[in-house]
C-alpha cells in the first residue's frame, strides 16, 4: 500500500465569501491491480489532499483483477 500526502497553494483568483467556507471532495478509482481513494479539502487558496493507492496481486490477469478489486473496493 502506497500513500502520499500533499500540500499545496492552488491559483490565486479574487476574493469572493464563499470562499471562506472549506470545500470537502472524496473520489475513488479502480483501474486493473489498483485501487485508489483521494480525500481533499480546499480552503481559502490552500488545498490539503490525502491519497492511498493499493496494489493487488500483479500475477492475476487484469480484466479478472479489475473485476474482482470492483467487487470488493467500489460497492463498500
Same mark, same amino acid.
Given at each position: /500500500? @502506497?500513500?502520499? !500526502?500533499? !500540500?499545496?497553494? &492552488? +491559483?490565486?483568483?479574487? $476574493?469572493? #465569501? #464563499? %470562499?471562506?467556507?472549506?470545500? $470537502?471532495? $472524496? &473520489?475513488?478509482?479502480?483501474?486493473? +491491480?489498483? !485501487?485508489?481513494?483521494? +480525500?481533499?479539502?480546499? +480552503?481559502?487558496?490552500?488545498? $490539503?489532499? !490525502?491519497?492511498?493507492?493499493?496494489? &493487488? %496481486?500483479?500475477?492475476? %490477469?487484469?480484466? #479478472?483483477?479489475?473485476? @474482482?478489486?470492483?467487487?470488493?473496493? /467500489?460497492? &463498500?
Amino acid at each position: /500500500m @502506497k500513500r502520499e !500526502f500533499y !500540500f499545496y497553494k &492552488s +491559483w490565486v483568483a479574487g $476574493f469572493r #465569501i #464563499i %470562499d471562506l467556507l472549506p470545500k $470537502f471532495h $472524496f &473520489s475513488k478509482n479502480v483501474q486493473a +491491480w489498483s !485501487f485508489t481513494r483521494n +480525500w481533499g479539502v480546499n +480552503w481559502f487558496t490552500y488545498c $490539503f489532499q !490525502f491519497t492511498i493507492v493499493i496494489q &493487488s %496481486d500483479l500475477n492475476e %490477469d487484469r480484466a #479478472i483483477a479489475h473485476e @474482482k478489486n470492483v467487487a470488493r473496493y /467500489m460497492h &463498500s
